[in-house]
């Protein structure tokens, strides 16, 4: 090796000359390696390694790719051995002179871990073709391996299609120019790097391929992808691969979504061959993944935890399947699930068998247990009907709605992966247009032309057709584990790109189990769920349920007529709908009738969930439905509910630093932890009242697991027993909950950290003023605070609040002892789609800095 390179110490490089074993070369060749070794500085340390990392590039990089796993090993005394070979005919290494296809280049790092005399457990790391490569060497040496770790790579076409970039690269026209005669190829390789290499870092990653000549093994490596069936490598490919699905070792799979060649297709191919592996995609991460992303952090953290986190124990309570009252009910020919637009209704026993017979058509078209289904159909009969389908083949539903927006919507859908896809018609336009994955299934009858265009290879009303004609009944299928995966949920994206949360069916029925013991909600009661996350749990409560006519990814559109209308549709004992939602209402309550405000009059049980809702909102609630009484739930779609109060409760409270939200549900526990006083938390739980920190919880219905985003599990479950909430508060001395923000919107300032809800409450109740932000600017550690609000009336344009303005919200926020240095005042705070209630204040933080710089004042 030539250098130095940044971030390579130059006592990891070694050469070693070794004899070849392959048929491609003459008996008794050798070859001249170029590898990054670390074994030499952990013997100098004194240090008996646990086991070796075996890193393979693929092409056109070199050993380079893996310099950040060396650093992270000397930088924490890790342990761990790490050989990252250069393969031959690439960086560094010898140039043969021949064509070394997948076979040869198998053959070849068995004969170089023969010559360093590897014995203990190994490891393999792979990345591009260096993954095959790798997981060749792992089959063949099943011995000794410990693990398998992959990034963006594919062990089969498995069906597909060349990927466009490789089909030019490839193309006799393109080829030796593109990959050998110039650079081409590499310099397009490394664009694909998000954000853009630093120009060092590609000069290094440029340094063993100047010439032509030494481009030789970046053109063979490309004209080595066996595609086609009559490939000369495609035996020792299909070997291969047939040979990962024997693999039992713990896997990890770490993948940057963006990459135009290996796609996620290629990630739920591996993932169907390597079931057991843990998954994390880095989103807005490309092929080059270890650039783009720490990679090196995650997995020492999979090694130590023995390569692979021990499941958690199933929850021990009395499991009660969620098709349970279904199944009970097949003659019971009262209400079970109510359309308001267009009125329409299904009995218990209607429902019952509709089910059946749509679980059955489903059956017949592939859709088995553990098979991904998305829904992108809005509540109601047809939902109702899809979710207990699927629920009762032990399909799993992956449910991510148009409130993400289309370009959060469609991430979810191909982080999710699902092999089959249901929708509206709008929803499969989308999917058509932005190439969403799987078998597209329309909800209701298209036109034939139409269909065609949309690929829609089912609909609904074809698979229930199909599934009745055997009149189906619960006893013809089998019971799901209880611990399967039953449902992928979306967040909704208010704090970084949405989450795909799983549920179990155990932890589905313990949410269940959990409303009912905590609401009293008994098979009988009659609901209104204008909150989409509980609409799925109407006929698993045996409740008769309807959907208020409003469009429920955007609460806003939720009237008070529409509520009323809904109520008196089923009689509803019990109101479910977002803050958002219920303020819309309480805006359109002068156009009720007088036979609108008599149903809701009847509902004894308001629940207002999705956000914090203040008090005087939930007076105004109470009168609309007096004989009600109003709770505000607090939960996350990782926990749902966690903690309840109700207005009585807010009222005994009182104000506080943040907002009172009761005390744990039936069978959840709460504690929190403790800031210190850089603003992070502590890694043991406390219930000591008045001490801010992040909130835990636990519980039955606590979710399973975050979806392929192993990382993002392993910080949420980090203190053992506990779901870190990303959520802030305390605890008070009669053991209620006080939510303070979130974790990332503490500002870290000279004198400690400081939470923002109790600021913005203050600011809240001088005359004149709207919601507020409190928002950090300047580095961590000496951060300012700066206020962001809105008005009464609003104003027209943002920017610095007027001077008498200013001084009353500086006042009335100097009484908690806290000080602003800027009140900013815009026509409307962003927030999130999903709940139109979640101020954005990240995005905000940004634009109070940019605008106190001196800038253009823009609208945030």
């Given amino acids: 090796m030539t250098g130095p390179f940044p971030g390579v110490a130059e006592q990891h490089s070694r050469h070693l000359t070794i004899p070849s074993t392959s048929l491609v070369d003459v008996p008794g060749t050798s070859h001249r390696w170029h590898l990054l070794d670390n074994g030499a500085e952990l013997e100098a340390a004194g240090i008996t390694p646990a086991g070796t990392l075996l890193c393979v590039h693929g092409n056109p990089t070199w050993s380079y790719l893996w310099r950040s796993l060396f650093s992270h090993v000397s930088q924490h005394a890790l342990p761990w051995r790490i050989i990252a070979v250069d393969q031959l005919d690439m960086g560094f290494s010898e140039r043969t002179g021949v064509f070394r296809r997948l076979a040869d280049r198998v053959n070849d790092l068995g004969d170089l871990t023969d010559a360093l005399g590897l014995d203990g457990p190994v490891t393999t790391v792979g990345h591009d073709w260096g993954g095959i490569i790798s997981l060749g060497w792992a089959a063949a040496h099943r011995e000794q391996l410990a693990g398998v770790v992959l990034t963006n790579t594919a062990v089969h076409p498995a069906g597909f299609e060349l990927p466009a970039a490789l089909q030019l690269a490839s193309h006799p026209a393109v080829h030796g120019w593109g990959t050998t005669s110039t650079d081409a190829f590499l310099r397009v390789t490394h664009s694909l790097a998000t954000p853009a290499l630093a120009p060092e870092i590609r000069e290094a990653y440029m340094a063993p391929y100047t010439t032509a000549a030494q481009r030789t093994g970046v053109g063979n490596f490309v004209a080595d992808i066996p595609f086609a069936a009559d490939h000369p490598s495609r035996p020792a490919l299909d070997s291969i691969s047939a040979a990962v699905r024997e693999l039992t070792v713990p896997a990890l799979l770490l993948w940057g979504p963006k990459d135009p060649v290996f796609s996620d297709r290629y990630l739920r191919d591996l993932m169907d061959r390597l079931p057991q592996a843990k998954v994390h995609r880095f989103e807005g991460a490309g092929h080059l993944v270890a650039e783009d992303r720490d990679i090196a952090t995650p997995i020492f953290h999979w090694l130590a935890a023995g390569a692979g986190d021990a499941a958690r124990a199933a929850s021990l309570q009395d499991y009660r399947p969620m098709l349970a009252q279904l199944d009970e009910r097949t003659a019971d020919h009262s209400a079970a699930v109510v359309d308001v637009n267009p009125p329409r209704s299904l009995s218990w026993a209607q429902l019952g068998q509709r089910v059946n017979d749509l679980a059955r058509g489903l059956e017949q078209i592939g859709v088995r247990p553990g098979s991904r289904v998305n829904l992108l159909v809005p509540p109601g009969i047809e939902l109702t009907t899809l979710i207990y389908a699927c629920l009762r083949l032990g399909a799993v539903i992956v449910v991510a709605d148009a409130g993400l927006g289309t370009k959060g919507l469609g991430r979810a859908i191909k982080g999710a992966g699902p092999q089959f896809l249901i929708g509206i018609q709008r929803a499969l336009i989308g999917a058509k247009a932005l190439n969403w994955p799987g078998t597209r299934i329309a909800a209701t009858q298209l036109p034939p032309v139409l269909a065609k265009v949309l690929g829609i290879e089912h609909t609904v009303p074809e698979l229930l057709a199909a599934g009745a004609a055997g009149a189906p009944a619960a006893a013809d299928f089998t019971p799901a584990d209880p ?278 409450h203050l600011a809240q109740s001088v005359p004149g003023a709207g919601r507020a932000a409190l928002v950090p600017v300047g580095p961590a550690g000496a951060q300012r605070a700066v206020l962001v609000m809105e008005t009464v009336p609003p104003v027209r344009k943002p920017g610095p609040a007027n001077p008498e303005f200013s001084g009353q919200v500086r006042a009335a926020v100097a009484a908690a002892g806290i000080e602003v240095c800027a009140v900013l005042v815009v026509p409307e705070l962003p927030t999130d789609i999903r709940h139109n209630s979640k101020i954005d204040r990240a995005h905000l933080a940004g634009w109070a800095a940019a605008t106190l710089a001196g800038g253009r004042i823009r609208k945030p």
Wanted: charged share 15%.
């Fill in 483 to 760: 611990d399967a995966d039953a449902a992928v949920l979306f967040t909704s994206g208010s704090t970084g790109p949405a989450k795909g949360v799983v549920y179990t069916h155990r932890q589905l029925a313990a949410m269940r189990d959990t409303l009912a013991a905590t609401y009293g909600l008994e098979p009988g009661s009659a609901l209104v769920a204008g909150f989409a996350p509980f609409a799925l749990l109407g006929p698993a409560l045996g409740a008769t349920s309807v959907t208020p006519d409003m469009d429920v990814t955007s609460p806003k559109t939720l009237t008070a007529a529409a509520l009323a209308d809904a109520a008196a549709a089923v009689e509803a004992t019990v109101v479910f709908a977002s803050p958002a939602a219920l303020a819309n209402v309480l805006e359109t309550r002068n156009q009720l009738t007088g036979a609108q405000r008599r149903a809701l009059q009847k509902v004894s049980l308001l629940l207002s969930a999705g956000a914090p809702i203040p008090e005087p909102l939930l007076a105004e609630v109470q009168q609309l439905a007096p004989n009600a009484a109003v709770h505000t739930p607090y939960g996350m779609t990782e926990a749902l509910p966690v903690t309840d109060i109700d207005l009585a409760g807010i009222r005994a409270a009182g104000s506080g630093n943040g907002v009172c939200v009761g005390t744990p549900v039936a069978g959840a526990s709460v504690a929190v932890a403790v800031l210190d006083a850089e603003g992070e938390p502590a890694t043991e739980p406390s219930t000591e009242p008045g001490l801010t920190g992040e909130i835990l919880v636990r519980a039955p219905h606590v979710k399973d697991r975050y979806d392929r985003l192993w990382i993002t599990e392993q910080h949420s479950t980090s203190i053992p027993g506990w779901h870190r909430t990303g959520d802030v508060g305390h605890l008070d001395a009669q053991g209620r909950l006080w939510v303070e923000g979130r974790l990332g919107h503490v500002l870290r300032t000279a004198s400690g950290p400081l939470t923002p809800v109790e600021a913005e």
